[in-house]
């Protein structure tokens, strides 16, 4: 008996509401019955655009490992755009070729597309191009009713709208804002006196004017599933930075959207005059920065220490007396929008880094072991967070299609006079406070699911590049050991109070790096990617997954 895999997408999220994703699902749930084919799985990709890569939608990344692992025979969609509609066609092709190579056939309720005769190739050819011809004018038609939609109606664009300026309908442009343009003026005149935007921050917090919008965030250091909650946030650093140099802010005519057309332009108030803007600008532009002070030590890990308590970087602090320690940079001051971190100690460089890097040459050393690592860290990692399971993400879903259709309920009932308004909006905010922390696991599932499609390829490509740097693991020098470690190892995750550290071994798709540990110093790999993670062990002394049975680290002491 023939197997099939069952793929559905759709766009957007009010395609998802509409049912859209079920009347597919039912469809070739229907068409796989009438031809008699086992379906071995069904992949969905709710709001997810058919111009995504096709490794970057879960859904599809999902069916493609099945295809790879030549468990079916079939991929089973409604029409051929629902695979790809990307304008590049390399990206078209991604699918085509997994299906080609691995002998599977693609098939819709109209019939099976073959691709191996010239005729057959150029049928699909033709195809994909009329779909991705057909998503370009989708998209030509949306902008332009978007800017009939502002020019006619006075609708606002679909954009961010600057701080210390606001929509206004009537006037069909921006308009500064009587609660956010006193302080962008502000900001303007303490740069033109010369400060810089870290001075202008601190100013702001010490004299309590925040921005004065209201935005949902969630505070630095939170759980990932935390809900966001409104709140006013002061202003940052690099939003004034971007601020300073934003030319909206005493101009009469504003893109709102290059990417649409640059040429479309709207009112605006000037929120300040060109003069200190000016202004503010050049002072901006001749303040004198000090030289960068060399380091008095050369932090090993300055790329991959994280605190453990706020999740941010630890940088290096070398003492009068020569003494190098790693220490959470927010521990002694105020963070703005949150609070100041509670890490309050450091750890001796001396003492972490060469734990760290035995841990390291264990990985290059011994055959096999950095393999285990990645299958122990990406199972804690689904563990801890979860989703350990393709049935876990399969559940979460369910839930949230119960929910929408709680949602529709509600409203069709609103709409018959059933629910008064209050009892519409209470309703609705009691489903969004259960949605909300569904969809939080939902992304880390997908996430996670990411984290496994791509694991094969990365440790294909790590422990090629692992037996080239065992001959020359003995004899790196400093620079070489930092681009290793970046390459094979996301983060060190320290905890300076409880002494509890972790090390995440880096299972994304960072490259790993090309110039072998004899030659140059290779840079080392982006830290973007997702991670598996050990869990670290409170109170421990030990610095856990860096050492082997029988070994026993120095004991730390710290500041």
Known sequence: MKKCVIYCRVSTDRQREAGTIESQREALLHYARACDWTVASVEEDDGFSGTVPAWERPGMSRALRLIERKEVDYLLVVDLDRTSRAEDPFERAIVRKALRDHGVLLATPKGILRDITPEEKLTQDMLSSVASYERSKTRERTLRGRKDAVLRKGGRPLTQTPLGLEWSPEKRGYIASPVEAPVVREIFRLAAEGMGPLQIERELVRRNMPSGRIQKYRPRGTPKGTPREPGTKFIVRRSIQDMLANPVYCSDRWAPNPAWDPAFTVSVEPVVTREAWDAANAALKGRARPPARPLKYDYLLRAVAFCARCERKMRGQTTPGGNAYYRCEFANRDQVNCERCSSGRAVRADQIEPLV?????????????????????????????????????????????????????????????????????????????????????????????????????????????????????????????????????????????????????????????????????????????????????????????????GRAPAPLTGR
């Open 357 to 549: 890097w035995s841990y390291v040459q264990q990985l290059i050393l011994e055959p096999g072991y950095f393999r285990a690592e990645v299958e122990r860290a990406v199972e804690a990692d689904q563990k801890r967070n979860g989703t350990g399971g393709a049935d876990v993400a399969r559940a979460i879903r369910a839930e949230l299609e119960r929910l929408a259709l709680e949602r529709s309920r509600v409203q069709a009932g609103f709409r018959k006079g059933v629910y008064t308004e209050d009892e519409v909006a209470t309703e609705l905010a009691a489903i969004e406070r259960e949605r909300a922390p569904l969809l939080s696991r939902l992304e880390l599932a997908q996430m996670d699911e990411r984290s496994l499609g791509v694991k094969s390829a990365r440790l294909a490509a790590v422990e090629a590049r692992l037996s080239t740097l065992r001959s020359a693991v003995k004899t790196v020098d400093r620079d070489q050991q930092r681009a290793i470690i970046g390459e094979l190892i996301e983060r060190v995750v320290i905890d300076t109070e409880t002494r509890a550290v972790e090390i995440r071994v880096l299972v994304g798709d960072a490259p790993a790096g090309d110039a072998d540990a004899g030659g140059g110093s290779p840079s080392p790999a982006p830290h973007s990617s997702k991670g598996g993670r050990r869990p670290a062990r409170p109170g421990s002394e030990s610095y856990g997954n860096g050492l082997s049975a």
